[in-house]
């Protein structure tokens, strides 16, 4: 009885399956998508952007700060009395030029000790080498008399023994002038030392002694600048460093002066990336000589990195990097996600060229992009919100 009832209810179940236009599956139709509550096909949910075509150029913009290679911090090398100041902030200096005076006297002192020091090596040098020269004669007379054994082998020796001792004497009386010398040199390079010089033409753009100040060697007393040599320092980002060539065009704004462009060039390029900042440093000057700028002014320098007159162009937040640094982006083609890697050219903060693996009138995912997969479908959702406007309306 139970068999009869199967069969019964699989029969009808195929009846009303007929009945309802029900077909069984096709295998060969291929895999379908999630299906929705209503029936409908599962889409990600993206945000697009097209691809563009057209003039492309980047520019780089940095904050820089205009230096002088002629700027010295001046020192005192020995410690004393600052007893005379001879210059003040803003003043214009030569080279040479006496700024300011530490007390002598305990040098001076010194030097006068030690130059009596020397004299006295001297001569004792000079009594020394009379000595060598008295017993030299002497054992060379007697060596003579030894053979006719009219002196003892003994004496002969005791002479040899005198004249090393005096040998030696005068070896120590020569180091004792030469260090006493090299003393005194030092103790009048200090007496020179008491007056500070400026070591090149340039302004004085710090005082930082008073007349009566007592100084320690290397305490500073002046900064000196030279300001007919200035330039500003800008530091390149990697992804920039590879298109900064000398004859890059570059135009400056100096904020003290009103944030006019004016015109610059590229003075010199370091040969490596700080590996530290992962920068490059480049010095840049003005063309126009008479532009007064200062050491110390800030300035933001803008360099053209290069252009193309036809380029094709996306959005640099579109632009994906694989494991291997690969780039790739997620282009839509009838409503479906595709992977396509790309080779990148000019490279902006805002968008990049690409100079293989897109055309143009193309759209890519610029966001939504996380759980794609080949072949996924998607849903723009620019689209559909300009979709839901129109209904609205």
Not at 97 to 124: F, I, K, Y
Not at 191 to 196: A, C, E, P, S
Not at 326 to 351: C, F, M, N, S
Request: hydrophobic share 40%; with cysteine; aromatic share 4%.
């Amino acid at each position: 009885m139970g068999l009869r009832v199967t069969g019964y209810v699989a029969a009808l179940l195929a009846v009303m399956m007929v009945a309802g236009g029900c077909k069984p599956s096709d295998s060969s139709a291929g895999p379908k998508g999630p299906k929705m509550a209503g029936g409908g096909e599962v889409r990600a949910s993206v945000e697009t952007v097209e691809v563009e075509r057209g003039p492309f150029a980047v520019q780089g913009d940095y904050a820089g700060e205009f230096q002088s290679d002629g700027m010295a911090e001046l020192s005192s090398d020995i410690a004393g009395r600052v007893i005379a100041i001879e210059a003040n902030i803003g003043d214009k200096v030569e080279q040479g030029q006496v700024l300011a005076e530490v007390d002598a006297t305990p040098t001076q002192q010194r030097v006068r000790e030690l130059n009596a020091s020397v004299l006295m090596s001297r001569a004792s040098l000079e009594e020394a080498r009379v000595q060598l020269g008295n017993l030299r004669s002497d054992l060379a007379r007697k060596e003579p008399l030894l053979e006719r054994q009219m002196i003892t082998e003994r004496e002969i020796e005791e002479l040899r023994s005198q004249v090393s001792a005096a040998e030696q004497r005068v070896a120590v009386a020569e180091a004792t002038i030469a260090q006493n010398e090299a003393r005194l040199a030092s103790a009048r390079e200090d007496l020179r030392n008491t007056k500070i010089r400026a070591p090149f033409d340039g302004l004085v753009g710090e005082r930082y002694v008073d007349r009566g100040t007592y100084v320690s060697p290397g305490q500073t007393i002046f900064r000196i600048v030279d300001d007919s040599d200035i330039y500003v320092s800008v530091r390149i980002p990697e992804r920039d460093a590879p298109r900064v060539q000398t004859e890059t065009p570059v135009t400056l704004r100096v904020g003290a002066l009103g944030s006019a462009p004016l015109q610059g060039k590229i003075h010199r390029i370091a040969p490596a990336l700080d590996p530290a900042t992962r920068s490059l440093r480049v010095d840049v000057v003005l063309d126009d000589e008479s532009v007064r700028i200062r050491p110390g002014m800030y300035a933001r320098v803008s360099m053209q990195l290069g252009s193309v007159d036809d380029a094709i162009t996306v959005s640099s937040q579109a632009i994906l990097r694989q494991r291997d640094g690969t780039p790739y982006v997620w282009k839509v083609v009838d409503g479906a996600a595709q992977r396509q890697e790309i080779v990148l050219g000019l490279v902006g903060e805002q968008r990049t060229q690409v100079v293989e693996g897109l055309d143009d009138n193309v759209s890519v995912v610029l966001r939504g992009h996380e759980k794609l997969q080949d072949g996924s479908k998607v849903r723009d959702i620019n689209s559909n919100a300009g979709e839901d406007a129109s209904a609205e309306g």
